[in-house]
């Protein structure tokens, strides 16, 4: 890592390690990260919490429900949920369809084992949320349009 910190709005203005030196990106992956990286706080609390959502799931799978509430309270809204999300790093991929994705990975407190993967389409939509396992969720859609059913997997 090159340990270059990119100041990153919309998450409210946190700081994030880029994996590359932005300058060695090409030029795709750079139009992809300038794109993210205009995206703003406002537009993040504004739209529905995909992140909310994925605790929500995650909450209702086995046990897990009676020991987040014991060690997280009981989440109620979207806004409370960033409280227990801690992101580290950004990175600039591309995909087997030839797109390119930013995506933001840290940890969160109902995962503790996985953490938290945030996968943005050319740096402009939020097209996955799930657990920091490296997919990008791109390996069975053929076009830009297939892309936006995704949430995570």
Not at 53 to 76: K, N, P
Request: hydrophobic share 40%; charged share 25%.
């Amino acid at each position: 890592m090159s340990g270059q910190k990119i100041q990153v709005q919309y998450f409210d203005g946190q700081s994030l390690e880029l994996d590359e030196d932005q300058a060695s990106l090409p030029n795709e992956a750079q139009e992809a990260l300038a794109a993210f990286l205009s995206l703003t706080n406002e537009q993040r609390l504004s739209e529905p919490s995909l992140v909310y959502q994925y605790y929500q799931d995650f909450r209702g799978v086995g046990d897990f429900a009676d020991w987040l509430d014991e060690e997280m309270g009981v989440l109620t809204d979207d806004e409370t949920i960033w409280a227990h999300v801690s992101l580290d790093f950004l990175d600039v991929r591309q995909g087997v369809n030839g797109l390119w994705y930013v995506v933001a990975a840290g940890d969160c407190d109902w995962d503790l084992e996985h953490g938290i993967m945030m996968v943005w389409l050319q740096g402009a939509a939020l097209t996955r949320v799930g657990p920091d396992d490296g997919d990008l969720g791109d390996y069975d859609r053929e076009s830009e349009a297939d892309q936006t059913s995704v949430i995570y997997l």
